[in-house]
């Protein structure tokens, strides 16, 4: 049987997929959330919903746990808890224990690179290593955990940098379009936002490089702020607004609302927020395009400008000025994902 390819891109936030299926690429994302066993959630016929267990240890992937495991460390990709949600990723993908996988998971450009432009290679080898650990599934108390996916090989390649060859390779398996200029990304992370430049051969720029820790998760308290504050004006009352109901707006743009119709019947209704969130926003946007413009003066010597990452969407009407600029490009958030797994076939 062929070995599948399956890229990871790990982050703190979310985890992204992408993968090839029946010729064309797939993606997906789920919260990097997780508890211990002691978070046990169970199905209705009594069997474990997302339980894990690697090295010795049990884990719920699900992002309504009420003890969420603490993931933000300098070893994060080294962890059983990152190695147990890139796997909740490859099964959710549909990866069976009976596939052999060829995976690739990321490093953030800030760990994967050290302060001299060498690479961090300690750290990239314990990735790879880690994640050929097995990690098992657990149903019940009765039965075995069986494997989740037979990892044969293991690659660790740099966020932002793969973003790059998902612009640059049309599809899988293809070669590299041709670049006649440097290629700069701005990768909108959860804490981060890095400046990568690449010239025209794929080598980084490290003086046109950097990162300024700002990132989406700058937005949530203003967010919160100004979301109550308007919806209060509307004369909607808002207690506190929850995690959830955070993510929800910031991935729709709307807030989920229950209103009563005429014969007192309840019904849920999206609230149009978008302007609020382009509110909450414009600070952190405005530090970011500060730092962009001390790495890139000018952006006419690229042959493109690659906003990528969870915040390219998000916060895009923030950055209409830029998108009036030919080679200045808005991309999504699986940018570096399906980077990776185009990459990875080269």
């Given at each position: 049987?062929?070995?599948?390819?399956?890229?990871?891109?790990?982050?703190?936030?979310?985890?992204?997929?992408?993968?090839?299926?029946?010729?064309?690429?797939?993606t997906?994302?789920?919260?990097?959330?997780?508890?211990?066993?002691?978070?046990?959630?169970?199905?209705?016929?009594?069997?474990y919903?997302?339980m894990?267990?690697?090295?010795?240890?049990?884990?719920?992937?699900?992002?309504?746990?009420?003890?969420?495991?603490?993931?933000?460390?300098?070893?994060?990709?080294?962890?059983?808890?990152?190695?147990?949600?890139?796997?909740?990723?490859?099964?959710?993908?549909?990866?069976?224990?009976?596939?052999?996988?060829?995976?690739?998971?990321?490093?953030?450009?800030?760990?994967?690179?050290?302060?001299?432009?060498?690479?961090?290679?300690?750290?990239?080898?314990?990735?790879?290593?880690?994640?050929?650990?097995?990690?098992?599934?657990?149903?019940?108390?009765?039965?075995?955990?069986?494997?989740?996916?037979?990892?044969?090989?293991s690659?660790?390649?740099?966020?932002?940098?793969?973003?790059?060859?998902d612009?640059?390779?049309?599809?899988?398996?293809?070669?590299?379009?041709?670049?006649?200029?440097?290629?700069?990304?701005?990768?909108?992370?959860?804490?981060?936002?890095?400046?990568?430049?690449?010239?025209?051969?794929?080598?980084?720029?490290?003086?046109?490089?950097?990162t300024?820790?700002?990132?989406?998760m700058?937005?949530v308290?203003?967010?919160?702020?100004?979301?109550?504050?308007?919806?209060?004006?509307?004369?909607?009352p808002?207690?506190?607004?929850p995690?959830?109901?955070?993510?929800?707006?910031?991935?729709?743009?709307?807030?989920?609302?229950?209103?009563?119709?005429?014969?007192?019947?309840?019904?849920?209704?999206?609230?149009?927020?978008?302007?609020?969130?382009?509110?909450a926003?414009?600070?952190t946007?405005?530090?970011i395009?500060?730092?962009?413009?001390?790495?890139i003066?000018?952006?006419?010597?690229?042959?493109?400008?690659?906003?990528?990452?969870?915040?390219?969407?998000?916060?895009r009407?923030?950055?209409?000025?830029?998108e009036?600029?030919?080679?200045?490009?808005?991309?999504?958030?699986?940018?570096n994902?399906?980077?990776?797994?185009k990459?990875?076939?080269?």
């Amino acid at each position: 049987m062929k070995p599948i390819r399956r890229a990871v891109d790990n982050g703190y936030n979310y985890h992204k997929v992408a993968w090839v299926e029946k010729g064309e690429i797939r993606t997906l994302k789920y919260p990097a959330i997780l508890g211990s066993s002691s978070e046990a959630i169970t199905d209705m016929q009594g069997g474990y919903a997302n339980m894990y267990e690697t090295n010795g240890e049990r884990f719920v992937v699900d992002e309504h746990v009420s003890q969420p495991i603490p993931l933000r460390t300098g070893d994060y990709g080294l962890t059983d808890a990152n190695r147990v949600l890139v796997n909740h990723g490859l099964r959710e993908s549909g990866v069976t224990p009976d596939q052999q996988v060829i995976l690739v998971t990321s490093l953030p450009v800030r760990d994967f690179f050290n302060t001299d432009g060498s690479k961090n290679e300690d750290l990239i080898l314990g990735q790879k290593e880690s994640m050929l650990k097995p990690v098992k599934m657990v149903v019940n108390n009765r039965d075995e955990p069986q494997q989740v996916a037979n990892v044969i090989r293991s690659d660790v390649i740099s966020e932002a940098v793969a973003a790059a060859f998902d612009f640059l390779v049309p599809n899988v398996g293809e070669g590299l379009s041709d670049v006649f200029a440097p290629i700069g990304v701005l990768d909108f992370g959860g804490s981060t936002f890095d400046v990568v430049t690449l010239t025209k051969d794929m080598r980084i720029r490290q003086a046109s490089s950097g990162t300024l820790k700002r990132g989406t998760m700058d937005i949530v308290e203003p967010l919160k702020r100004k979301l109550a504050a308007y919806l209060e004006s509307k004369g909607i009352p808002v207690g506190g607004i929850p995690e959830w109901k955070i993510n929800q707006v910031m991935a729709s743009g709307t807030y989920p609302h229950y209103d009563k119709d005429d014969q007192g019947r309840s019904f849920q209704r999206q609230i149009p927020v978008q302007h609020i969130i382009d509110e909450a926003a414009s600070e952190t946007v405005s530090e970011i395009k500060a730092f962009v413009k001390q790495r890139i003066p000018n952006f006419s010597e690229y042959q493109a400008i690659l906003l990528v990452g969870g915040g390219s969407l998000l916060c895009r009407n923030l950055f209409k000025d830029w998108e009036q600029l030919p080679n200045f490009i808005v991309m999504d958030e699986f940018a570096n994902a399906r980077g990776m797994l185009k990459l990875s076939a080269l």
